[in-house]
């Protein structure tokens, strides 16, 4: 069940990540007024042009063993456009054209392919969209740890816990920039995205966002309903 789990849960976060890290607020980074944890959110996700890191990804149990680690890199550019590379323990490539979303694992030499619409409307795309207004009217947003040399940690709960996917969201940032982002569901099992290096308006090689299935590829077509 923990394997399920974290399969399905950090496959959300990386998807999302990917297409939701760079958004539509002001590309200069500039952090507003604020006026509460919502609009402290909303200042803190403002988005840039595109954007790189390396990244970790595990799971915990409710007894705290941690399990499913992997490790990879992501270049994202607006609007959604991303490339996201798993290269250990296994290599997977998850990359997005702005139309079509590519999943490639080349050990079962399989491709599939999905539209990239309609995949914006979990809980972690909301927040790495910037869309805390509109997730306020689903979750408690609430600061429960800070300091002066800028470490922040905000905690989400569901207003609808019954019917909610997850218990708890908590996102962390350092220095105003997104460094971890937790999810527990209900058994109290948490996946953890942890992001290394991060980088804003790199410089981007030339068709990093495109992707043409391996020779011998059995291509699978999703229609994404």
Same mark, same amino acid.
């Given at each position: 069940?923990?394997?399920?789990? #974290?399969?399905?849960?950090? &496959? ?6 990917? #297409?939701s ?5 002001p590309?200069?980074? &500039?952090? !507003? @007024?604020?006026?509460? @944890?919502?609009?402290?959110l909303s200042? *803190?996700l403002s ?13 915990l149990?409710?007894d705290?063993?941690?399990?499913? /680690?992997?490790?990879? !890199?992501?270049v994202?550019? +607006?609007?959604? +456009?991303f490339?996201? #590379? ?5 290599? %997977? ?5 702005? /139309?079509y979303i590519?999943?490639?694992? $080349?050990?079962?030499? %399989?491709?599939? +392919? ?9 809980? $972690? ?6 869309q ?21 940690? !905000?905690?989400?709960? @569901? ?7 997850? &218990? ?14 937790s999810?527990?569901d209900s058994l109290?099992? +948490?996946?953890? *995205?942890? *992001?290394?290096d991060?980088e !804003?308006d790199? =410089? ?6 495109e992707f043409?299935?391996p =020779?011998?590829?059995?291509?699978? *077509? /999703?229609p994404? %309903?």
């Amino acid at each position: 069940m923990l394997k399920s789990f #974290v399969t399905k849960t950090l &496959a959300t976060a990386a998807f999302t990540l990917g #297409v939701s890290t760079v958004n539509a607020a002001p590309a200069d980074g &500039a952090v !507003y @007024p604020v006026d509460g @944890p919502v609009k402290e959110l909303s200042n *803190l996700l403002s988005g840039h042009a595109s954007a790189k890191a390396d990244f970790t990804q595990f799971a915990l149990s409710s007894d705290g063993d941690r399990a499913e /680690d992997s490790s990879g !890199y992501f270049v994202v550019a +607006r609007p959604n +456009r991303f490339r996201w #590379v798993t290269e250990a323990p296994f290599m %997977q490539e998850i990359v997005s054209d702005g /139309d079509y979303i590519w999943i490639h694992d $080349p050990d079962l030499e %399989q491709v599939t +392919r999905k539209p990239a619409t309609g995949q914006n409307n979990s809980a $972690p795309a909301m927040i790495l969209n910037g869309q805390i207004e509109q997730l306020s009217e689903r979750f408690s947003i609430e600061r429960i740890d800070g300091n002066e040399s800028g470490v922040a940690l !905000y905690e989400l709960k @569901p207003l609808d816990a019954e019917n909610a996917t997850f &218990a708890r969201i908590r996102l962390l940032f350092e220095q105003q920039r997104i460094t971890e982002l937790s999810m527990e569901d209900s058994l109290g099992q +948490r996946s953890m *995205l942890v *992001l290394h290096d991060l980088e !804003y308006d790199p =410089e981007l090689p030339e068709g990093v966002f495109e992707f043409i299935p391996p =020779e011998g590829s059995d291509v699978i *077509l /999703d229609p994404g %309903q």
